[in-house]
């Protein structure tokens, strides 16, 4: 499975962009999927995560209430919406897969994914 995270750019906060994360060589409609960043300096953390279904999201405290997670299974795609970005935001935003279903209770846990992307940079100036 191949992901390809896009959509990043230079914002100003208080503005929006949405991440998209396009994947190809199989379905991933069965597949948790979730957006993590890394700013400077710091560790990865996670964002968002949506379930197979798309029945179940997860946020982080920080996103919660501004970002959205969702995903259009006949496209293979999954956004992020992310809305009142904050300088905070900045860092290089990735998207992963988690092939096996049964892990839907530690999307939030980036061992939990088999594939990554390579990232796609946002940046919110004041």
């Known amino acids: 499975v191949q992901l390809q995270a896009s959509g990043g750019g230079l914002v100003q906060a208080g503005g929006s962009l949405r991440l998209s994360c396009a994947t190809s060589?199989?379905?991933?409609?069965?597949?948790?999927m979730g957006w993590f960043r890394q700013a400077p300096g710091k560790e990865r953390e996670f964002v968002a995560a949506?379930?197979?279904?798309?029945?179940?999201?997860y946020y982080a405290d920080s996103v919660k209430g501004r970002f959205t997670i969702s995903r259009d299974n006949a496209k293979n795609t999954v956004y992020l919406q992310m809305n009142s970005l904050l300088l905070e935001d900045t860092a290089v935003y990735y998207c992963?897969?988690?092939?096996?279903?049964?892990?839907?209770?530690?999307?939030?846990?980036?061992?939990?994914?088999?594939?990554w992307g390579q990232g796609t940079q946002v940046t919110v100036s004041s």
């Open positions: 992963a897969a988690d092939p096996d279903p049964r892990h839907s209770w530690s999307l939030k846990q980036g061992s939990t994914y088999d594939y």
């Open positions: 060589g199989r379905t991933v409609s069965s597949y948790g």
């Open positions: 949506i379930t197979w279904s798309g029945s179940i999201t």
